[in-house]
């Protein structure tokens, strides 16, 4: 899987979890695959289309890896949201 959009927050633009905020955990040519720590979760992330997704910004923890664990997930985007006053 490429990179370079892994570890960005992203919300939903279309469907049933429009406006919704996940964190990109991987990405292939078409698909992106977004984790919001709770219903989706790391190790079982929702499928979707690239252009069905707004990009935010960047995770504030960069991991080598990109490993992501539920509470990192959890935490980052609490932090966004607590910033935003969303």
């Known amino acids: 899987m490429e990179t370079a959009m892994t570890g960005m927050l992203a919300v939903s633009k ?15 040519s078409e698909y992106v695959y977004l984790a919001d720590g709770r219903k989706r979760t790391a190790a079982a992330p929702k499928k979707k289309n690239k252009k069905h997704i707004q990009i935010i910004r960047r995770m504030k923890m960069e991991k080598p ?21 969303v």
């Open 65 to 85: 890896n990109d490993d992501y664990s539920d509470l990192e997930i959890k935490r980052t985007i609490k932090m966004y949201q607590e910033e935003a006053n």
């Open 14 to 28: 279309a469907g049933h979890d429009k406006r919704k905020l996940y964190v990109i955990t991987g990405e292939d």
